[in-house]
């Protein structure tokens, strides 16, 4: 007998029941993110700040390639031409190469010494327990809060009975003593962070104290040591109060220094080009080191968090 073979209903032709695993599958509501009103506060609120961060720079930027007319004329406006003989008039003739240099020596020599010395103290407070370990971090703590106004006055006693008034080491100096504090307030936290295992390796196998922190330790801990380097960069490379207290010196002028020269004597001659020029050389160098190693402070920055 043959039978003929007929197409099964098709669900919407048939008032069959459905199988559950034969529904389509249901499409959730479609849900407002939550957040959304704060995420685009926080943003425009970011934006805005970036806008009044970057503008001043940029206009700076700017004017230092226009002529003292056109500053004045049309301040918000492109230069009509770069007029690069604003910063060979600001290099040369202002002395803002003997400020640029003597800035360098003196920052360049700070933060390594500020680096170096505090790695170590840092190293000694975050891995080692003895009588005053506590004592001498929370000395440290307290001299981040101490204000540097009220030390100005002995302290220029101080640096003049050591015959080192006037002088570039004796500028790195208290650079040095200035920084340590920060330095060693930021290095002790993410020394406890590392672990100590490769440390008791190095140990087992012979190695001394010294060795271990200098090509084991330090080396791991360089996020950190980037991140202390550039707000240490930051903070000696736009110091201004303490060489107008501690260096006189004409000839041993730091860049700060030079630069309110500049203000006073441009501003009698009406060379405002030759100003802003010295204004962007001055600046020029932060912007730099911040967006070399942006990654890496950022790094150092969360690497304290993560272990």
Known sequence: MKT????????AESGA???KEDLPPATPPKEKKEGTVLNVFSHGVLVIWAIMVVMPLLWAVMTSFKDDRSIFSSP????????FDNWSRAWTQANM????LNTVLVVGGSLIGTLVLGSMAAYVLARFDFPGNRFIYY????????PIMLALVPLFYVVNNMGLLNTIHGLIL????????FTVFFLTAFFRTLPTSIAEAAFVDGASHSRTFFQIMLPMAKPGLISVGIFNFLGQWNQYMLPTVLNTDPDKRVLTQGLVQLAVS??????WSGLFAGLVMAMLPVLAAY???QRQVVQGLTAGALK
């Not at 190469?97 to 640029?100: A, K, L, P, R």
């Not at 000395?139 to 101490?146: D, K, T, V």
């Not at 208290?174 to 504090?181: E, K, N, R, W």
């Not at 441009?266 to 060379?271: F, H, I, R, S, V």
């Open 4 to 11: 003929t073979e007929t197409p099964a209903p098709l669900p």
């Open 17 to 19: 029941p459905l199988a």
């Open 76 to 83: 918000w406006s492109l230069p009509d031409s770069l007029h």
């Open 97 to 100: 190469s003997d400020y640029f």
């Open 139 to 146: 000395l440290f703590i307290g001299g981040m809060s101490f």
């Open 174 to 181: 208290v650079y040095i003593a200035y920084s340590l504090p």
């Open 266 to 271: 441009q501003g009698y001659k009406g060379d």
């Open 291 to 293: 967006i070399v190693f």
